[in-house]
């Protein structure tokens, strides 16, 4: 039943249309990603602080960064900022989009249907968004103060990752961000979940003493490019 490549699974299904922030994503591409998994445990703990930087060039619908983690019933825990003008981001925290800002909301992929908590805008470049998700709470936090939880029956984790997803018709740059202090913290030692690591366009150095506790300093993901759409 584990796939060592789960997260990645995860993110090939969604490209098949099952990912869907609103009725009409479609075009559904990834970028850079960090990802970890699956283990043969499952995680109980995971914890992130996001940098956003700068939001994308372009402005049209839409542009997502995500970390996320998949489970071993197929569905997807996701923390996500928005970049985009339309949908969640033309009323995020229920004002008007304004250029240039994140909008930062807890949410799940739960048998193909999105699920989300409250929406809240969060200007660039002074971003600080904290992440953390146990099998079922996922809680989102800006400095310091949450602002979207949401509780999905969702399974056991068994996988960790980063995403920068672009859905219908974007193209633009989505600049260079990073992830610090991430901490992934697995119910028993797995020996063999370091080597799960897959970085594509991404650094950073995992750590752990013992196998259940692994930590990343800093997770760089790197610019991304993403051409004009079919
Ligand atoms: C990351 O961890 C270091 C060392 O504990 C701490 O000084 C720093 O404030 C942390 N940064 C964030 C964004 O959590
Ligand atoms: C962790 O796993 C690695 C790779 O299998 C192994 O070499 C190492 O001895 C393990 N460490 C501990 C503390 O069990």
Redesign the pocket.
Known sequence: MLNRNFLLGVLAAAATGAFAQDSGSENIRFGNAFSLGATNSYIIEAET?LYTGKTQSGDTPRLALWPGMGTDQGQLIQAIVLGSTDAQGAQCGGKPHVNGQWCAFASALQNGVQLQGNTFAVNSNQD?YDQASGNTIQTVSVEGKTVSTLTTKSGKAIGFGTAEEAQNKFKGVVYEHSY??TTVVLAAADPQFASTLVKNGATGNLVTKDNKTFKVDKITIAQYSFPASV
Do not use: A, C, G, Y
């Open positions: 602080t600080k610090v202090n």
